[in-house]
């Protein structure tokens, strides 16, 4: 790897931390020449960039886009500055805790934090049983990281509450391709997207989301193919798109159930793949035919010309691929609106085929390999299942511990809440969650924090969760550590350590370690290194659906990474799924009939909007760590709300205006933003802002009944000018579904724990 020295020696690393209120740092004048180039990949999103950190001294100084196959030497703006959180003069250095409730977070010994943890871990089980402590865990985390936390929850405390904020990202598209496909990946690498004739994308705001990525697209378009887009914004993709279906917020079944029924009017159904791969396809076909365009634009608000149009434009070209993410997915039936996109892509014959198909796009660093892990609260390592016997069996002795001390499935990360709430869990670990922020209708999320007897958040920055915390860990960040993680596609690429963590903060395993020996159970949870957990997660993916068995580390150097299944140290690895076979074990995929449904709010007199939340470029899921880096947080320092001209006239509001913004959870202010490039009947709020500016204070809390995934992207909204008093509101909009009707969907305030060991409808 070469080096231009002299353009280094110029350049000045300014690290801005002044712009956003930090103190000044001061830079010695000594040239900063970086003496070592680490390679390693993006702490971001799950497109994992590759990228060479710039080492001097010991001390990061910065980072160079590497040539990896799916970047190919590009990086998006969170990418380039990403490593200013490393010597960030907000990093946690040493472990904090608290004397009482109420009293401040002091600096303590490592010793006295664990051993405090231990001591009142001990005494909480003593007297309320196992169950009584949580982890709640995230998919930012190596692999081996994850690992380690599913293991340690259920191993070494033996507790059944273990779960990860995955959940709230795309549990539901998950639980789809498991379902429909038998496996739960996207089932193709981000090189296939350049040979296919039409691209058609659901709910991703894919230029802001996976920046990256676009490179794939733009290749595509090159080659011909047409883009079409299905989002209530049009997004900076759509903007360049052939076709932009402007969808009222979660109404999309509507959509593609139309555009699958003119598909059969055309006679452009793959009879004969239909026939021989898969089942179901008479269910759907005789469902679909009640979905003309006229009825979906009047469920869905897409001009009926336009779903004809695009049932063209998809219907006719051959590859055609499909790609999903959270517009989709945060929802009441998020894995319904999945599998009709499924659907859609089984009746063109195009999954198994270079350049078709149908895929979600993974958002967290690791979201895959954080789902595959085994901190699942229904999953063991390799997606095997928690309730199913041999699984069971196998997972335990890979563990050593009896297979009847391994606890059953538990709560869902929004479930948790519940339980804390009710007093059920007393204790929660947060490693890698930002859950103050990332939660819907946080009011009630606080309120379950305060009532636990211990919270420990175990984090790099002091979060808006941690600073609920009675203890306080402090932990590496990504440059300072050593592992695998697996991108979007599937792909488990290795990350390397470029820097050792600051003053006293731990690897998130070595601080699982010294809990365990303290526990008393070093004998079945004691590691040397990342290594070692490698090792031992490949002999426990073995024989499962995600088999990373035959995968090594030297592997993944070679190769430019190694996508799962991998079941042989032979084998190279499988880019593309289901090219002969589906997952089940006929071989053949599922398809389902699904009807529209309605998200849970539906706007009325009081409340006549659909809001609906997500991300800008510059800011990364709760905003901890890049509302810390200068150039981002100048770019977008506070939130706001995205309403269209014509409805802002109505109420005689102006761009930039401070406004009040209102759900039947409460209000917020912040300021408006005219965009033409919204429906007139939807707002947009960006959620990376935490305390008065989280837009989690207003979301609903209801979530998919089977895999508990939030509605973040639609309820109902009403924003007022401030000059208007503000008065509570009862009702003035309609609820599709009442807490009676449906308790699963209502985590935080009603529905029953399971009893342990009951078992579940398999496909969650
Ligand atoms: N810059 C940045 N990039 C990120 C992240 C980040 O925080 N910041 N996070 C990463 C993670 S974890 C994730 S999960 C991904 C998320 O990636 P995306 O899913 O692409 O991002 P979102 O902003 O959540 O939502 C995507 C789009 O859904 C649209 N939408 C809202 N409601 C609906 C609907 O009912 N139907 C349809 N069809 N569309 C709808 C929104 O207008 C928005 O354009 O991004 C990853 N990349
Ligand atoms: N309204 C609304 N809410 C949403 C969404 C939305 O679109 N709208 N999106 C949802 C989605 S898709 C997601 S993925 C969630 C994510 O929401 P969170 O789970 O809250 O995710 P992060 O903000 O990444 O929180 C991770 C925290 O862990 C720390 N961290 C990072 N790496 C490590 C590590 O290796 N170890 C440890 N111990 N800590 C680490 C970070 O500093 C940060 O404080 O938010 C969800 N919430
Ligand atoms: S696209 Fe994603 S992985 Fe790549 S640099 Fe940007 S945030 Fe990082
Ligand atoms: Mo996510």
């Given at each position: 790897?070469?080096?231009?020295?002299?353009?280094?020696?110029?350049?000045?690393?300014?690290?801005?931390?002044?712009?956003?209120?930090?103190?000044p740092?001061?830079?010695?004048?000594?040239?900063r020449?970086?003496?070592?180039?680490?390679?390693?990949?993006?702490?971001f999103?799950g497109?994992?960039?590759?990228?060479?950190?710039?080492?001097?001294e010991?001390?990061?100084?910065?980072?160079?886009?590497?040539?990896?196959p799916?970047?190919?030497?590009?990086?998006?703006?969170?990418?380039?500055?990403?490593?200013?959180?490393v010597?960030?003069?907000?990093?946690?250095r040493?472990?904090?805790?608290?004397?009482g409730?109420?009293?401040?977070?002091?600096r303590?010994?490592?010793?006295?934090?664990?051993?405090?943890?231990v001591?009142?871990?001990?005494?909480?089980?003593?007297r309320?049983?196992?169950?009584?402590?949580?982890?709640?865990?995230g998919?930012?985390?190596?692999?081996?990281?994850?690992?380690?936390?599913?293991k340690?929850?259920?191993?070494?405390?033996?507790?059944?509450?273990?779960?990860?904020?995955?959940?709230?990202?795309?549990?539901?598209?998950?639980?789809?391709y498991?379902q429909?496909?038998?496996?739960?990946?996207c089932?193709?690498?981000?090189?296939?997207?350049p040979?296919?004739k039409?691209?058609?994308?659901?709910?991703?705001?894919?230029?802001?989301?996976?920046?990256?990525?676009?490179?794939w697209?733009?290749?595509?378009?090159?080659?011909?193919?047409?883009?079409?887009?299905l989002?209530?914004?049009?997004?900076?993709?759509?903007?360049?798109?052939?076709?932009?279906?402007?969808?009222?917020?979660?109404t999309?079944?509507?959509?593609?159930?139309?555009i699958?029924?003119?598909?059969?009017?055309?006679?452009?159904?793959?009879e004969?793949?239909?026939?021989?791969?898969?089942h179901?396809?008479?269910?759907?076909?005789?469902?679909?035919?009640?979905?003309?365009?006229?009825?979906?634009?009047?469920?869905?608000?897409?001009?009926?010309?336009?779903?004809?149009?695009?049932?063209?434009?998809?219907?006719?070209?051959?590859?055609?691929?499909?790609?999903?993410?959270?517009?989709?997915?945060?929802?009441?039936?998020?894995?319904?609106?999945?599998?009709?996109?499924?659907?859609l892509?089984?009746?063109?014959?195009?999954?198994?085929?270079?350049?078709?198909?149908?895929?979600?796009?993974?958002?967290?660093?690791?979201?895959?390999?954080?789902?595959?892990?085994?901190?699942?609260?229904?999953?063991?390592?390799?997606?095997?299942?928690?309730?199913v016997?041999?699984?069971?069996?196998?997972?335990?002795s890979?563990?050593?511990?009896?297979?009847?001390?391994?606890?059953?499935?538990?709560?869902?990360?929004?479930?948790?809440?519940h339980?804390?709430?009710?007093?059920?869990?007393?204790?929660?670990?947060?490693?890698?969650?930002?859950?103050?922020?990332?939660l819907?209708?946080?009011?009630?999320?606080?309120?379950?924090?305060?009532n636990?007897?211990?919270?420990?958040?175990?984090?790099?920055f002091?979060?808006?969760?941690?600073e609920?915390?009675?203890?306080?860990?402090p932990?590496?960040?990504?440059?300072e550590?050593e592992?695998?993680?697996?991108?979007?596609?599937?792909?488990?690429?290795?990350t390397?350590?470029a820097?050792?963590?600051?003053?006293?903060?731990?690897?998130?395993?070595?601080?699982?370690?010294?809990?365990a020996?303290?526990?008393?159970?070093?004998?079945?949870?004691?590691?040397?290194?990342?290594?070692?957990?490698?090792?031992?997660?490949?002999?426990?993916?073995?024989?499962?659906?995600?088999?990373?068995?035959?995968?090594?580390?030297?592997?993944?150097?070679?190769?430019?990474?190694?996508?799962?299944?991998?079941?042989?140290?032979d084998?190279?690895?499988?880019?593309?799924?289901?090219?002969?076979?589906?997952?089940?074990?006929?071989?053949?995929?599922?398809?389902?009939?699904?009807?529209?449904?309605?998200?849970?709010?539906?706007?009325?007199?009081?409340?006549?909007?659909?809001?609906?939340?997500?991300?800008?470029?510059?800011?990364?899921?709760?905003?901890?760590?890049?509302?810390?880096?200068?150039?981002?947080?100048?770019?977008?320092?506070?939130?706001?709300?995205e309403?269209?001209?014509?409805?802002?006239?109505?109420?005689?509001?102006?761009?930039?205006?401070?406004?009040?913004?209102?759900?039947?959870?409460?209000?917020?202010?912040?300021?408006?933003?005219l965009?033409?490039?919204?429906?007139?009947?939807?707002?947009?709020?960006?959620?990376?802002?935490?305390?008065?500016q989280?837009?989690?204070?207003?979301?609903?809390?209801?979530?998919?009944?089977?895999?508990?995934?939030p509605?973040?992207?639609?309820?109902?909204?009403?924003i007022?000018?401030?000059?208007?008093?503000?008065?509570?509101?009862e009702?003035?909009?309609k609820?599709?579904?009442?807490?009676?009707?449906?308790?699963?969907?209502?985590?935080?305030?009603v529905?029953?724990?399971?009893?342990?060991?009951?078992?579940?409808?398999?496909?969650?």
């Amino acid at each position: 790897m070469s080096v231009n020295k002299d353009f280094f020696k110029e350049r000045d690393f300014n690290y801005d931390f002044q712009s956003v209120g930090r103190p000044p740092v001061e830079w010695e004048s000594a040239s900063r020449i970086p003496e070592q180039l680490v390679p390693t990949h993006c702490c971001f999103c799950g497109v994992q960039c590759g990228m060479n950190i710039k080492v001097q001294e010991g001390r990061v100084i910065g980072v160079e886009a590497r040539d990896f196959p799916h970047n190919r030497g590009s990086l998006c703006p969170k990418g380039v500055v990403a490593y200013q959180q490393v010597e960030h003069p907000d990093r946690l250095r040493y472990p904090m805790m608290r004397r009482g409730k109420g009293q401040p977070l002091q600096r303590v010994s490592w010793d006295e934090a664990l051993s405090y943890i231990v001591q009142r871990w001990q005494e909480l089980q003593d007297r309320y049983g196992r169950n009584s402590i949580a982890l709640y865990s995230g998919s930012s985390m190596t692999n081996e990281k994850c690992y380690a936390m599913g293991k340690f929850a259920r191993a070494v405390l033996g507790t059944r509450h273990v779960d990860y904020n995955g959940r709230l990202c795309m549990s539901s598209a998950a639980v789809s391709y498991a379902q429909a496909l038998g496996i739960d990946r996207c089932p193709f690498p981000m090189t296939d997207i350049p040979l296919t004739k039409c691209l058609l994308v659901v709910g991703s705001n894919m230029g802001e989301c996976f920046p990256v990525m676009m490179q794939w697209v733009w290749r595509a378009r090159d080659n011909g193919a047409a883009l079409i887009v299905l989002d209530p914004r049009e997004t900076p993709l759509a903007r360049t798109a052939d076709l932009w279906l402007p969808v009222r917020p979660g109404t999309d079944i509507a959509v593609l159930n139309a555009i699958l029924r003119q598909i059969i009017h055309d006679g452009l159904v793959d009879e004969e793949y239909v026939r021989n791969r898969t089942h179901g396809w008479e269910e759907v076909k005789a469902l679909v035919e009640e979905y003309t365009p006229e009825r979906a634009q009047e469920l869905s608000g897409v001009p009926a010309s336009r779903i004809l149009a695009a049932a063209r434009l998809y219907g006719r070209a051959d590859p055609s691929m499909i790609l999903h993410a959270r517009g989709i997915e945060h929802s009441t039936h998020g894995v319904n609106t999945c599998l009709a996109c499924i659907n859609l892509a089984l009746a063109r014959g195009q999954l198994g085929k270079p350049g078709g198909g149908s895929g979600m796009i993974t958002g967290q660093g690791n979201g895959q390999g954080g789902r595959e892990m085994g901190q699942k609260a229904n999953q063991l390592p390799g997606y095997r299942h928690i309730d199913v016997p041999e699984h069971r069996q196998y997972t335990a002795s890979v563990w050593g511990i009896p297979v009847d001390e391994l606890p059953w499935e538990g709560a869902a990360a929004p479930e948790m809440i519940h339980l804390m709430a009710k007093g059920e869990i007393k204790s929660c670990m947060v490693a890698c969650s930002n859950l103050m922020v990332s939660l819907p209708d946080n009011r009630v999320v606080q309120q379950a924090l305060n009532n636990l007897e211990l919270l420990i958040v175990v984090d790099f920055f002091l979060s808006e969760t941690a600073e609920l915390a009675d203890v306080v860990l402090p932990c590496s960040v990504w440059v300072e550590d050593e592992g695998t993680t697996t991108n979007l596609e599937g792909r488990v690429i290795k990350t390397n350590k470029a820097a050792d963590p600051p003053g006293e903060a731990k690897h998130d395993w070595v601080i699982l370690v010294e809990l365990a020996r303290r526990l008393g159970k070093e004998q079945i949870f004691s590691y040397a290194s990342p290594l070692d957990i490698w090792n031992e997660l490949r002999l426990a993916t073995k024989g499962g659906i995600a088999d990373y068995s035959g995968i090594t580390w030297e592997k993944i150097d070679r190769q430019g990474g190694v996508f799962w299944p991998c079941p042989t140290e032979d084998h190279p690895g499988t880019p593309r799924l289901h090219t002969e076979r589906f997952g089940h074990p006929d071989g053949k995929a599922r398809m389902f009939p699904i009807p529209f449904q309605p998200p849970v709010e539906e706007p009325g007199e009081n409340f006549p909007f659909r809001l609906t939340t997500g991300r800008v470029v510059y800011h990364y899921l709760s905003g901890t760590q890049t509302r810390r880096i200068g150039f981002l947080n100048s770019q977008a320092p506070e939130p706001w709300v995205e309403i269209h001209p014509q409805a802002a006239s109505k109420l005689g509001i102006t761009h930039n205006e401070v406004v009040r913004l209102r759900t039947p959870r409460g209000s917020m202010q912040l300021k408006a933003l005219l965009a033409p490039s919204i429906r007139p009947d939807t707002l947009f709020v960006p959620y990376h802002y935490g305390h008065e500016q989280a837009i989690n204070q207003l979301t609903v809390q209801a979530v998919e009944p089977t895999v508990k995934i939030p509605e973040f992207k639609a309820c109902v909204a009403r924003i007022e000018k401030l000059d208007t008093p503000e008065k509570p509101l009862e009702g003035g909009y309609k609820v599709n579904y009442t807490a009676k009707d449906s308790p699963k969907m209502f985590p935080y305030t009603v529905g029953e724990t399971k009893p342990e060991g009951d078992q579940h409808a398999k496909a969650y």
